[in-house]
């Protein structure tokens, strides 16, 4: 088992719908979430940070975080063409892991 | 400084050479992070460490890899004796600490390509 596993992509959505992006980790201990985009060649950027169970909205994007079921999502609402990238989850627990990433692409 | 420095940007080198990649990270930072991310795949972990400790090295690939960190500051990467698949891009990150819920900040990374 991977220590995070996010929904295989790639995923497409048309602009102004919803994208929802989940993620797994297997680390009981993990302690701090997060959500990074990476456009093509680009290093990854930090878009949303959660620590406690529930929901964190921040503009367009809402985190919410499970950690009775190990689970991580990400939703971005009224998706734009500039939203498409690859948006990685990445737990931090004994160092910081990283899922695979899943590619989104948003069509006008 | 402002922002996660790497070093060099770019790196062609011939198999079977050695090359040592450098990371500068943000100033405070006691957290710092190696990744590799091959052509379309995600980050792969290498090593991370807290001050000049590696508490975590499981991710190097065989022992032709290793890291270093001095002065709780400057790391690098060294690959020795280079083969054709560790042609990636090599990416640091670092962090204010590791065990607080503090976001990491990643360099530009290097692009490494052994011919």
């Known amino acids: 088992q991977k220590e995070v596993e996010q929904n295989s992509g790639p995923l497409s959505v048309p602009e102004g719908a919803i994208a929802s992006l989940n993620c797994t980790y297997s680390d009981r201990g993990s302690q701090s979430f997060f959500w990074y985009r990476q456009y093509s060649g680009k290093s990854p950027e930090l878009i949303m940070s959660?620590?406690?169970?529930g929901d964190k909205e921040d503009g367009r994007f809402t985190a919410q975080l499970n950690k009775a079921s190990q689970y991580v999502s990400l939703l971005i609402r009224d998706s734009q063409p500039s939203d498409s990238a690859t948006y990685l989850c990445?737990?931090?627990?004994?160092?910081?892991?990283f899922g695979a990433g899943t590619r989104l692409t948003v069509k006008p | 400084g402002a922002g996660v420095s790497q070093s060099p940007s770019n790196k062609v080198t011939e198999k079977g050479k050695d090359v040592e990649l450098r990371c500068d990270p943000i100033?405070?930072?006691?957290?710092l992070y190696w990744y590799r991310q091959s052509l379309g795949q995600g980050l792969e972990f290498l090593i991370y460490f807290q001050g000049n400790s590696a508490p975590d090295k499981s991710g190097l690939p065989s022992d032709r890899f290793s890291a270093e960190r001095t002065g709780g500051s400057v790391s690098t990467l060294t690959i020795q004796r280079t083969q054709q698949e560790d042609s990636a891009v090599y990416l640091c990150a670092s962090s204010l600490t590791q065990i607080s819920n503090t976001e990491a900040f990643f360099g530009q990374g290097t692009r490494l390509t052994v011919v």
């Open positions: 959660i620590y406690s169970n």
């Open positions: 100033s405070g930072h006691t957290a």
């Open positions: 990445a737990v931090r627990g004994f160092g910081m892991r």
